[in-house]
């Protein structure tokens, strides 16, 4: 079985779209949160989830539109949200509203930021310099995969991973082409992808929106 994992969307979907071109073939696509936030395409985005029956956990910007609590937000990272809030659908808020703190299988953990419960998972950043510490703590013995952070990684400890597919987005990892991940079950192995899209298409988007340049200009520099 192939298992596509995915994160950090944030309205974005031309990066969503050319994802899905590469990972349509898979059995299951999960994803980390942040369905929506900065860029102008919830409602689209939304319907693309739904068509193609990705599974998702809640992500803080998910939650923010939700209930208006931007908290901890930059300037941009808000009036994104707000906008958003404002121009989504009620078909939209609807999905944001039903999507769980966490999904857990036979096979791995999903969260948004870091393992936990209820709110303790939308928040802390867990980066690849982290998971040593992290894994101490909540044993070694779990495949978890998050998101959050927009930086692609994977750890192995013997046969558990611990995974963060990138943000298909808004990656911040140095490389502009949307991130993602794929788990083949047979034989146990991750494979870590990533793909160009149209990044022109996001930044005419946002200029007509009227949202802040420096969302589009950090799409080229992947940061």
Not at 25 to 44: A, L, R
Request: hydrophobic share 40%.
């Amino acid at each position: 079985m192939l298992v596509a994992f995915i994160s950090d969307i944030h309205g974005n979907l031309p990066a969503f779209e050319a994802v899905l071109e590469r990972i349509e073939v898979c059995d299951e696509i999960y994803c980390c949160g942040d369905v929506v936030g900065y860029y102008p395409f919830p409602d689209e985005v939304v319907e693309l989830m739904i068509s193609f029956n990705v599974r998702s956990v809640l992500g803080n910007h998910d939650y923010a539109v939700l209930t208006g609590d931007f908290t901890g937000f930059n300037s941009m990272a808000r009036e994104a949200g707000m906008w958003t809030a404002k121009h989504m659908s009620d078909r939209t808020l609807d999905y944001l509203a039903e999507l769980p703190f966490s999904i857990k299988t036979d096979l791995f953990e999903i969260y948004h930021g870091m393992p936990g419960e209820g709110l303790e998972t939308l928040f802390e950043y867990v980066f690849p310099e982290d998971v040593d510490q992290l894994v101490d703590l909540i044993g070694g013995n779990r495949n978890v995969v998050v998101g959050h952070t927009h930086i692609q990684f994977v750890r192995w400890f013997g046969k558990s991973f611990f995974l963060n597919p990138g943000s298909v987005g808004q990656p911040r990892d140095g490389d502009p082409r949307a991130a993602y991940a794929i788990l083949d079950t047979e034989n146990w192995r991750i494979r870590l992808e990533r793909t160009e899209y149209n990044i022109e298409e996001v930044c005419e988007a946002v200029e007509r929106a009227g949202l802040p340049g420096f969302l589009c200009e950090r799409l080229y520099r992947g940061v």
